[in-house]
């Protein structure tokens, strides 16, 4: 008989989760180092919840402009988009990864999914009162050091601990 311990961590990894991964576009990789960075994180934490089983995708891998209008458009397609998916993280820095947190702040079935994460610099304005609406309505909402907490691999923690969660919260559904 296996233990109590045995049986969640079994149960937890069985589950695999639709995640969204919102960010600087990465194609092109950019010659402006912060962008270049922040492209580089957004692969990274693909590339790390895919070796964990889960299918990640990005926003410009599931929109489809060929669609006739008024479905055409990006910006709706993203709110059908993000319905579908279990888990939405955002590195919050480039206009359509801003649009995509406003979205979020106005949806709390968006919000309870989504993580945010603005650089602390940026701590003021419109783009920091939309993430912390989408905060008071169940996202979560992270400020990072940059380039600190991208070398140190502090967003992908905690990335992958929400995942963790999100697993467990799924197993037990």
């Given amino acids: ?4 311990k045995e049986l969640i961590e079994s149960g937890v990894s069985n589950v695999k989760l639709n995640i969204l991964v919102f960010g600087p576009q990465v194609v092109p990789i950019s010659a402006v180092e912060r962008t270049k960075n922040l492209q580089m994180k ?5 590339s790390e919840l895919e070796k964990l089983g889960h299918n990640v995708k990005y926003a ?3 929109v489809d402009p060929n669609l006739p209008s008024p479905h055409s458009n990006i910006f709706f397609q993203e ?13 919050v820095d480039s206009p359509g990864s801003i649009a995509e947190a ?6 709390p079935t968006l919000a309870q999914k989504a993580a945010l ?15 912390r609406a989408a905060k008071i309505i169940g996202a979560d909402f ?8 991208l070398q140190e691999c502090n967003l992908l923690t905690f990335i992958i601990e ?9 197993l037990l559904s």
């Fill in 1 to 4: 008989m296996r233990t109590v």
């Fill in 42 to 46: 957004r692969i990274e934490i693909r």
């Fill in 60 to 62: 410009e891998d599931v």
């Fill in 79 to 91: 709110i059908v988009i993000m319905a579908e998916y279990d888990l939405i993280f955002n590195i």
């Fill in 102 to 107: 406003t979205l979020i702040a106005l949806k």
């Fill in 117 to 131: 994460f603005l650089d602390n610099s940026y701590s003021e304005g419109l783009t920091a009162e939309a993430c």
């Fill in 142 to 149: 992270n400020t990072y050091e940059y380039p600190k907490d």
């Fill in 162 to 170: 929400r995942v963790a969660k999100a697993q467990f919260v799924k």
